[in-house]
């Protein structure tokens, strides 16, 4: 049974860095055949892709975000992470990690979620 | 980007309907469109892949069609499980976009 659960601080304080991490069981991340992503959630933006890190071939981001985010892996733990720099209130959001599927030459269809974790930012 | 859009926006309906969801992409994303349903406080199921592939595990009653830019979910006899949000996605290109959801109400 494939799980995924964020981890990661519920508030962060405006102009810091919201850092998540995505931690899963029952499938290697070093699978080849799947990407590894970062999604939220707002009641402003709707679901709103923020990118993702693909084992053989690196890391995408949305260019909505990507001058802000970094994603990276831990094969060692089986883990992948967020890192979102500059933070403004505009990015208080539920934040989920998911698995794309890469078959078929699709960008992902996201067959396992985390949970979801709410990060609020304010002072 | 490429534009998601999803009508209607929401829906009052009762258990044993026949309930449509339309959504439309900016440009032609040939099959690359899938399905969730969502439930407050839950992370989305995806439903239907590729337009049409139902996923393993979700009932028969639920369909997807469509190519290029329109596509369509249909659930045949609404069960009362079935009132959630659904949201339309594209898995054509980066960035990858989401529609707004259409919520199924119960009347």
């Known amino acids: 049974q494939v799980q995924l659960q964020e981890s990661g601080p519920g508030l962060v304080k405006p102009s810091q860095t919201l850092s998540l991490t995505c931690t899963v069981s029952g499938a290697s991340i070093s699978s080849g055949s799947y990407y590894w992503t970062w999604i939220r959630q707002s009641a402003a933006k709707g679901l709103e892709w923020i990118g993702r890190i693909y084992i053989r071939g690196g890391t995408n981001y949305n260019p909505s975000l990507k001058s802000r985010v970094t994603i990276l892996v831990d094969t060692s733990k089986n883990q992948f992470s967020l890192n979102l720099t500059s933070v403004t209130a505009a990015d208080t959001a539920v934040y989920f990690c998911?698995?794309?599927?890469?078959?078929?030459?699709?960008?992902?269809?996201?067959?396992?979620w985390g949970q979801g974790t709410l990060v609020t930012v304010s002072s | 980007d490429i534009q998601m859009t999803q009508s209607p926006t929401s829906l009052s309906t009762s258990v044993g309907d026949r309930v449509t969801i339309t959504c439309r992409a900016s440009q032609s994303i040939r099959n690359y469109l899938n399905w969730y349903q969502q439930k407050p406080g839950k992370a989305p199921k995806l439903l239907i892949f590729a337009a049409s592939n139902l996923q393993s595990g979700v009932p028969l009653r639920f369909s997807g069609s469509g190519s290029g830019t329109d596509f369509t979910l249909t659930i045949t006899s609404l069960q009362p499980e079935d009132f959630a949000t659904y949201y339309c996605?594209?898995?054509?290109?980066?960035?990858?976009?989401f529609g707004p959801g259409t919520t199924v109400e119960i009347k």
């Open positions: 996605q594209q898995s054509y290109m980066t960035p990858i976009t």
């Open positions: 998911a698995r794309g599927i890469t078959a078929l030459g699709t960008n992902g269809d996201f067959d396992y």
